[in-house]
């Protein structure tokens, strides 16, 4: 779970705001709990503390990327190291998708463990976007990866080999604005 950025555009920490009564990163994390992703790291970043309170009570680990005005490919990099080494895969998320649900999760999880493809993306319409599932054969290729996203390089490099998961564009929406979260 990739929840370390700055949240610049909203002028406040994003993954704190309230939907429903929940944090979005709560709110994030305890779906990809639901869908059995486990374990689940939480890379965190800016006010990392507020996020990790954030998160009290649920079973999630922590890894921390220092690098907070870095591409979020840094982020990502501290979430692979963070993994137990017979991970055989690693499913990205973004803590401000709001709309991912437990199960798209399960989903993508399940494309994996019943297919071959070394990456499950899902698909928004023509937007190849997270949640994507890589396999442990491409955390090489997504260490020598830097910039923003979350390996959609490698999901384009990988494109014969990925698995794609169609959701309606609606699911794609993220929140990152003041305008965005006043809409949602």
């Known amino acids: 779970m990739l929840a370390a950025g700055q949240s610049r555009r909203m002028g406040r920490n994003k993954l704190l705001l309230q939907l429903a009564g929940e944090p979005l990163v709560r709110r994030a994390c305890r779906r990809a709990l639901a869908a059995g992703l486990h374990p689940l790291v939480v890379v965190l970043g800016y006010e990392s503390e507020r996020v990790r309170a954030a998160l009290a009570g649920l079973d999630c ?13 840094g982020s990502l990099h501290r979430g692979l190291e963070a993994l ?3 991970a055989e895969g690693a499913v990205i998320m973004l803590a401000d998708m709001v ?3 437990e199960s798209m999760l399960r989903t ?3 494309a994996a463990q019943t297919g071959t493809a070394l990456v499950v993306s899902s698909r928004y319409g023509q937007t190849l976007a997270p949640p994507v599932l890589f396999r442990r054969a491409l955390f090489g290729e997504l260490f020598a990866t830097s910039g923003e996203g ?3 390089v490698v999901v384009e490099h990988q494109r ?3 698995l794609y998961v169609d959701w309606p564009l609606g699911a794609l929406m993220d929140v990152d604005t003041p305008e965005e979260y006043a809409t949602l």
Do not use: R, W
């Not at 680990?61 to 490919?73: I, K």
């Open 84 to 86: 137990p080494a017979d």
């Open 99 to 101: 709309n991912v649900t």
């Open 108 to 110: 993508v999880a399940l």
């Open 150 to 152: 979350c390996g959609k």
């Open 61 to 73: 680990c922590f890894a921390y990327n220092p690098e907070l005005e870095g591409p979020m490919s």
């Open 160 to 162: 014969e080999h990925a």
